[in-house]
């Protein structure tokens, strides 16, 4: 939960960057690439071009054919866009880097209520119409 109290989850990266560097990333499953754009900073070209040069980037499709991306797709592009924007690596180096970290292991998630299962998958209902 962010110090705010909201049911917004922090992404810190953890590559030497200070604390007050953080990113908000709301708590729900999928996200269209307008609202990753708006987390990211990033424009849609380029998390489109992204998908193309990072194999960790790979967002589902919804029927329409709109991209839906996750959670994890969110944070990765974060780590590359902290490499290249921040650190200065080339996509190359971005790549060699990503590949040579040790694998995350990830906290277990804790069971959703039933009202938490219900948002989302209201949530998911609202993307697919």
Not at 2 to 20: K, N, R
Not at 77 to 93: E, P, V
Request: glycine share 6%; net charge positive.
């Amino acid at each position: 939960m962010a110090a705010d109290g909201s049911l917004y989850t922090t992404f810190i990266w953890h590559f030497g960057m200070h604390p007050e560097s953080e990113t908000n990333i709301p708590d729900k499953l999928y996200f269209k690439i307008g609202e990753v754009t708006d987390i990211t900073g990033l424009a849609g070209y380029i998390l489109r071009f992204w998908e193309s040069e990072f194999k960790n980037i790979r967002p589902g499709r919804s029927e329409s054919g709109q991209r839906l991306y996750r959670k994890k797709d969110i944070e990765e592009i974060l780590k590359i866009r902290h490499l290249l924007y921040d650190k200065k690596f080339t996509i190359q180096g971005a790549k060699k880097h990503l590949k040579s970290e040790p694998p995350q292991k990830h906290k277990p998630v804790p069971p959703l209520t039933a009202e938490e299962l219900q948002r989302e998958l209201t949530a998911i209902r609202d993307l697919l119409d």
